[in-house]
């Protein structure tokens, strides 16, 4: 499985854009990156998957340079309620193993 | 419908005390996974199975047991509950057909060994 790394924490200030990065020197061709969502009290959710170059929904935009050794999570606009905490992962597609490493604590500030 | 839904959502175990948490999910799922997680930790992957009758090990299994006997749940066994087990545990499935990588969680349990 290829490894990611992230920063551990991040402060931003409300109706700020936040971009929160992600290295995954090792990643393989079939490899994707993925990004997760975690509130406190709750499980992970699912935000957002890319392959290369950029992917935009309705939650965020994720930019991959054509190397592909790190990804970039851009949330604009944060709200309080986007303080949480993001996980990066490099998974394989049809791969049955989602490694979760200790993620990036993003704080909003008023 | 209800996703993923984790039984029970709090527990307290003596040591020693055995007990099953179970999960089940009503996506139709082949792929289903047992996460703890810890303060400062992430989630750490402790069993997992890509269908029904199939489990494996993940990072973390020792201490634990789990069973998939129908497709639609996986249960995770503490055979002698020890301190160290006292964690947040995660459920979660996900899909093959469309690349497993997005998984959805159940809500959590959280388990205090005393």
């Known amino acids: 499985l290829a490894k990611t790394t992230q920063p551990i924490s991040m402060d931003s200030y409300e109706g700020q854009e936040v971009n929160i990065t992600c290295s995954h020197n090792n990643i393989a061709t079939n490899d994707y990156i993925t990004w997760y969502q975690q509130f406190p009290s709750q499980g992970p959710r699912f935000i957002i998957q890319g392959y290369k170059t950029k992917v935009t929904n309705e939650v965020a935009s994720l930019f991959i340079p054509a190397d592909r050794k790190s990804s970039t999570l851009s949330l604009p606009r944060v709200s309080l309620s986007d303080t949480a905490v993001y996980y990066c992962?490099?998974?394989?597609?049809?791969?049955?193993?989602?490694?979760f490493g200790k993620g990036n604590q993003v704080v909003v500030i008023p | 419908n209800a996703g993923v839904t984790q039984t029970p959502k709090f527990r307290v175990l003596k040591t020693g005390q055995s007990m099953t948490l179970l999960c089940a999910q009503d996506?139709?799922?082949?792929?289903m996974y047992w996460y703890r997680q810890d303060p400062g930790m992430g989630l750490r992957l402790i069993h997992y199975s890509v269908g029904e009758g199939t489990t494996a090990k993940g990072e973390v299994p020792d201490g634990y047991n789990v069973s998939r006997l129908k497709k639609q749940n996986f249960l995770l066994g503490l055979e002698s509950a020890a301190p160290s087990q006292t964690s947040v545990y995660f459920c979660?499935?996900?899909?093959?057909?469309?690349?497993?990588?997005?998984?959805?969680f159940g809500q959590g349990t959280r388990l205090t060994v005393v």
């Open positions: 979660a499935s996900s899909d093959p057909g469309t690349g497993g990588t997005e998984a959805f």
């Open positions: 996506m139709n799922h082949e792929y």
């Open positions: 992962l490099v998974v394989s597609y049809g791969n049955n193993r989602l490694a």
